[in-house]
T-cell receptor, first 113, second 115 residues
Framework: DVKVTQSSRYLVKRTGEKVFLECVQD?????MFWYRQDPGLGLRLIYF???????EKGDIPEGYSVSREKKERFSLILESASTNQTSMYLC????????????FGSGTQLSVL | AQKITQTQPGMFVQEKEAVTLDCTYD???????LFWYKQPSSGEMIFLIYQGSYDQQNATEGRYSLNFQKARKSANLVISASQLGDSAMYFCAMRENTGRRALTFGSGTRLQVQP
């Protein structure tokens, strides 16, 4: 069964902390994505990667960075967490072709206090 | 820039009736794909249906069908014979072929099926 695994389901951090959200997929997918989901705003793209060591900014990259050192792993980094980064974070992966659907992880609910 | 609009924040439907969830999109790319996802209260994202911009027929998957009107740039999801388990958030999304390879999502519609 295909799988996208996010390291934590719930996370509580303090303002100013450096936060790492990890995502691993076992489907040999080229593409990986980080979205955040907020009520009324849907899913907004933070960063995505279509190859190892490649990354592209999404619609809301400010305050975030990413790392993709291996094909199966895509990390989201909050360099200095702020309260407005409290959100649900969803990782996803897909094959490269346009009609290929995204497979999602179960999400990480991050609270920044 | 690609954009997806879902104008219905919430919808109610009676069990066993059909319901249409609206989605309009905007893109200058002639080649694109449209997706619908369901998110129940558990939070998982479930893929429902896909429509390619060059597909000749409207997509169908079981009780789900996509009413694709290319000239109007709309891709409405039709759920026939609603069930209580259909109560969830529904997201429309689009991916351009020549633009960025990521899906852009709408703000979602919360569907509640009433017995």
């Amino acid at each position: 069964d295909v799988k996208v695994t996010q390291s934590s389901r719930y996370l509580v951090k303090r303002t100013g902390e450096k936060v790492f959200l990890e995502c691993v997929q076992d489907m040999d997918h080229e593409n990986m994505f980080w979205y955040r989901q907020d009520p009324g705003l849907g899913l907004r793209l933070i960063y995505f990667s279509y190859d190892v060591k490649m990354k592209e900014k999404g619609d809301i990259p400010e305050g975030y960075s990413v790392s993709r050192e291996k094909k199966e792993r895509f990390s989201l980094i909050l360099e200095s967490a702020s309260t407005n980064q409290t959100s649900m974070y969803l990782c996803a992966s897909s094959l490269a072709e346009i009609r290929e659907k995204l497979f999602f992880g179960s999400g990480t609910q991050l609270s920044v206090l | 820039a690609q954009k997806i609009t879902q104008t219905q924040p919430g919808m109610f439907v009676q069990e066993k009736e059909a319901v249409t969830l609206d989605c309009t999109y905007d893109t200058s790319d002639p080649s694109y794909g449209l997706f619908w996802y369901k998110q129940p209260s558990s939070g998982e994202m479930i893929f429902l249906i896909y429509q390619g911009s060059y597909d000749q027929q409207n997509a169908t998957e079981g009780r789900y069908s996509l009413n694709f009107q290319k000239a109007r740039k709309s891709a409405n999801l039709v759920i026939s014979a609603s069930q209580l388990g259909d109560s969830a958030m529904y997201f429309c999304a689009m991916r351009e072929n020549t633009g960025r390879r990521a899906l852009t999502f709408g703000s979602g519609t919360r569907l509640q099926v009433q017995p």
